[in-house]
């Protein structure tokens, strides 16, 4: 009976230095949300192919013509405003969402070279992050992720070239972000 008293007593202090650790650890971080799992990452060897590389920057590079708005940056480091490094995944694939959704699908009919062929590998990465998820308080990302989605409403037209123009950028910080 004391053998078993003692194993529990073992247990209890080990599950309680742990759930210490745990409390401090969140501490540290100022309670901030992090990822649920590990599914906020993507493979090397997705960014890797020539084709699909050369197809995203002459699509970019051919809207990038029409873009006649000089001023405004769309993809650029203040999507990462108040965000941990572990969220910035999270925050491209927000990003890439509203960029599918309501941007390249809606616009899929146009005569643009290569937008089935980007349209296609970008859904593809869609569908690998379809799991990354934060846990906890994301209203900070989603604020982030607004303050794009709402210059491109107010651009209008403009805004939606502006996206098409901005592929390599989504690229290259999806690219950055995620792996």
């Known amino acids: 009976m004391a053998a078993l008293q003692k194993s529990v007593s073992s247990s209890l202090v080990g599950t309680l230095a742990a759930s210490c650790l745990l409390l401090i650890a969140l501490a540290v ?12 990452g993507l493979h090397k060897s997705s960014f890797q192919g020539p084709f699909i590389i050369n197809r995203t920057f002459l699509l970019a590079e051919e809207a990038s013509f029409a873009d006649n708005n000089t001023d405004v940056r769309l ?43 980007v349209v296609s590998f970008l859904e ?38 502006k996206v098409i123009g901005e592929l390599n950028l989504l690229f290259f910080y999806l690219k950055n972000a995620c792996i």
């Open 29 to 40: 971080q100022g309670g901030a949300a992090v990822p649920i799992n590990d599914h906020c």
């Open 75 to 117: 993809i650029d480091d203040r999507l990462y405003q108040g965000v941990s490094m572990k969220e910035r995944c999270y925050v491209m694939k927000q990003v890439l969402n509203f960029t599918l959704e309501e941007v390249l699908l809606p616009n899929s009919d146009r005569a643009l070279p290569y937008l089935q062929d």
């Open 124 to 161: 593809g990465l869609n569908n690998n992050l379809r799991l990354c998820h934060i846990k906890g308080d994301d209203r900070h990302i989603q604020k982030n992720v607004q303050n794009l989605k709402d210059t491109v409403e107010k651009l209008g037209e403009s805004g939606v070239i």
